[in-house]
């Protein structure tokens, strides 16, 4: 997500601050660069002018020129342009009572409307709803069934019937909704062109019929300027309360999401960041201003910790750490949460200073996969007291996991000086830490164990060159 984005920024960052002092041109210079980044990420052309014109303003009144530390000052000022861009923050949704609130998703055709209505129940039913999601696309084929299956998968109820008329379906499912105590009503309608007037006609009739609370743009991030036309003429339509982009975590060039609010008013309520249904987060323009200047998402980082771990279980796993107990046990539980949480590389990409370096770090999710097994192979009490594995044990560990006995060496010696480590820190060094994870969540023993991982990867690949030369010598 805005992987060359953030590469061309930071690289226009770095020109300026080789430089002890900038003059007006430098700044022209920069703004010239960043200008031309925008546009390769498909940023709407009239957005890029505004943007870079406010920049150049806001930097030009901070006195950049006089900064002994330019490209720092430059960088919290396209930081905060970008919030202004893509704000503000509009993450609520405005439920009636009595109920049901109605949500409308409309949008193109193959932007994910469907998934997203279940990913947008299961939000609501996290969020202590009651939602139905209604299968009103009449159009695509087996998008019902789609729907039907993705309910079943959320134990949300989905309400279809076997009809082509899509405003009379809309009708009885709020009917429905109402008589059997749903508060949130969710309908799917079909995607649809924005050039086709039937089309737009029929989701124009859903909304008078039904008189939707909410109606939200469903927008594909991939498909930059198109999505930006096409809220546009959405929002004629049906005046659009909010935006959901979608595909985020794709190859998406950002320009949907720096656009879209501009040319349109409306906000951007959600980001879909993946295919799972629980992939779906509220937007806040900081942050993603942060992860577009390699800065990195901290809060969501910490959200996404804090719903792995509740406070009981973080207190129980700190006390562990203080006494020196943890094992690896506790460390396999770890290794689910990272999982849960999008994966080690999701999490490394929201940490400050990280995100940027990930191409040189030979870092996947591989080695958590890799690890799990070799714990796994281990007996209970070895995995309670890892300093009983001696040699006859870490071959037979090694056997089960399909690894060699010097990567179980590896990977206990890592963990049994990261856990004294962390005994050493307990007490009150590692105050930082604990609030970043709720004491759960140690990224010490993490980024440690996945350094061992990646040396058991390493020393497969110096074995597979070994062969091959040897094979080439005998030749």
């Given at each position: 997500m805005f992987d060359a984005l953030t590469e061309k920024l930071n690289s226009v960052f770095r020109s300026l601050s080789g430089r002890g002092r900038i003059t007006e041109a430098n700044i022209g210079d920069a703004m010239h660069d960043v200008r031309k980044a925008l546009l390769e990420a498909d940023v709407n052309y009239q957005v890029v002018k505004q943007f870079c014109k406010d920049v150049t303003t806001a930097a030009l009144g901070a006195e950049v020129i006089k900064s002994l530390h330019p490209g720092q000052v430059m960088v919290k000022i396209v930081h905060d342009e970008l919030t202004k861009l893509m704000g503000p923050v509009d993450t609520k949704i405005y439920f009636v009572s009595p109920g049901p609130t109605i949500i409308l998703l409309a949008g193109l055709q193959g932007c994910g409307k469907t998934t997203t209505a279940a990913k947008l129940g299961l939000y609501l039913l996290a969020n202590g709803?009651?939602?139905?999601?209604?299968?009103?696309?009449?159009?695509?084929?087996?998008?019902?069934?789609?729907?039907?299956?993705?309910?079943?998968?959320?134990?949300?109820?989905?309400?279809?019937?076997?009809?082509?008329?899509?405003?009379?379906?809309?009708?009885?499912?709020?009917?429905?909704?109402?008589?059997?105590?749903?508060?949130?009503?969710?309908?799917?309608?079909?995607?649809?062109?924005?050039v086709d007037q039937e089309m737009m006609a029929e989701i124009s009739n859903i909304a008078k019929a039904v008189n939707p609370h909410q109606i939200y743009l469903v927008c594909d991030a991939m498909t930059g300027q198109d999505a930006v036309n096409s809220a546009k003429e959405f929002n004629e339509r049906l005046e659009l309360d909010g935006i959901i982009l979608t595909k985020l975590d794709g190859d998406a060039r950002g320009g949907a999401a720096l656009s879209v609010k501009a040319v349109t008013g409306k906000p951007i309520k959600f980001i879909g960041v993946g295919e799972k249904l629980d992939k779906l987060e509220e937007f806040h323009p900081d942050r993603m201003a942060g992860r577009i200047l390699g800065m990195g998402d901290v809060v969501t980082l910490v959200e996404k910790a804090?719903?792995?771990?509740?406070?009981?279980?973080?207190?129980?796993?700190?006390?562990?750490?203080?006494?020196?107990?943890?094992?690896?046990?506790?460390?396999?539980?770890?290794?689910?949460?990272?999982?849960?949480?999008?994966?080690?590389?999701?999490?490394?990409?929201?940490?400050?200073?990280?995100?940027?370096?990930?191409?040189?770090?030979?870092?996947?999710?591989?080695?958590?996969?890799?690890?799990?097994?070799?714990?796994?192979?281990?007996?209970?009490?070895?995995?309670?007291?890892?300093?009983?594995?001696?040699?006859?044990?870490?071959?037979?560990?090694?056997?089960?996991?399909?690894?060699?006995?010097?990567?179980?060496?590896?990977?206990?010696?890592?963990?049994?000086?990261?856990?004294?480590?962390?005994?050493?820190?307990?007490?009150?060094?590692?105050?930082?830490?604990?609030?970043?994870?709720?004491?759960?969540?140690?990224?010490?023993?993490?980024?440690?164990?996945?350094?061992?991982?990646?040396?058991?990867?390493?020393?497969?690949?110096?074995?597979?060159?070994?062969?091959r030369r040897g094979k080439i010598i005998r030749r």
């Amino acid at each position: 997500m805005f992987d060359a984005l953030t590469e061309k920024l930071n690289s226009v960052f770095r020109s300026l601050s080789g430089r002890g002092r900038i003059t007006e041109a430098n700044i022209g210079d920069a703004m010239h660069d960043v200008r031309k980044a925008l546009l390769e990420a498909d940023v709407n052309y009239q957005v890029v002018k505004q943007f870079c014109k406010d920049v150049t303003t806001a930097a030009l009144g901070a006195e950049v020129i006089k900064s002994l530390h330019p490209g720092q000052v430059m960088v919290k000022i396209v930081h905060d342009e970008l919030t202004k861009l893509m704000g503000p923050v509009d993450t609520k949704i405005y439920f009636v009572s009595p109920g049901p609130t109605i949500i409308l998703l409309a949008g193109l055709q193959g932007c994910g409307k469907t998934t997203t209505a279940a990913k947008l129940g299961l939000y609501l039913l996290a969020n202590g709803k009651r939602p139905l999601l209604v299968a009103d696309d009449l159009q695509r084929p087996a998008a019902i069934e789609q729907l039907k299956i993705l309910g079943q998968q959320t134990n949300i109820p989905v309400h279809s019937e076997k009809s082509k008329d899509a405003v009379q379906v809309a009708k009885n499912a709020v009917r429905f909704a109402k008589d059997n105590g749903f508060d949130c009503v969710v309908l799917d309608t079909a995607g649809r062109l924005h050039v086709d007037q039937e089309m737009m006609a029929e989701i124009s009739n859903i909304a008078k019929a039904v008189n939707p609370h909410q109606i939200y743009l469903v927008c594909d991030a991939m498909t930059g300027q198109d999505a930006v036309n096409s809220a546009k003429e959405f929002n004629e339509r049906l005046e659009l309360d909010g935006i959901i982009l979608t595909k985020l975590d794709g190859d998406a060039r950002g320009g949907a999401a720096l656009s879209v609010k501009a040319v349109t008013g409306k906000p951007i309520k959600f980001i879909g960041v993946g295919e799972k249904l629980d992939k779906l987060e509220e937007f806040h323009p900081d942050r993603m201003a942060g992860r577009i200047l390699g800065m990195g998402d901290v809060v969501t980082l910490v959200e996404k910790a804090q719903e792995q771990f509740d406070a009981e279980e973080a207190q129980k796993m700190q006390t562990k750490m203080a006494k020196g107990s943890f094992d690896f046990d506790d460390f396999l539980k770890q290794m689910q949460a990272v999982k849960k949480m999008g994966g080690m590389k999701d999490m490394l990409k929201m940490m400050p200073g990280v995100g940027s370096q990930l191409d040189e770090i030979d870092l996947d999710d591989k080695s958590i996969n890799r690890m799990e097994a070799i714990v796994h192979s281990m007996t209970k009490k070895e995995r309670q007291d890892p300093e009983l594995i001696d040699s006859s044990r870490r071959r037979r560990i090694a056997a089960g996991a399909g690894a060699q006995p010097q990567d179980v060496a590896g990977l206990v010696k890592t963990f049994l000086r990261s856990r004294d480590m962390l005994k050493a820190m307990s007490g009150g060094k590692l105050g930082g830490l604990k609030a970043l994870f709720s004491g759960g969540l140690n990224m010490e023993t993490l980024s440690s164990a996945m350094s061992s991982g990646r040396k058991i990867k390493q020393r497969s690949r110096r074995k597979q060159i070994i062969k091959r030369r040897g094979k080439i010598i005998r030749r």
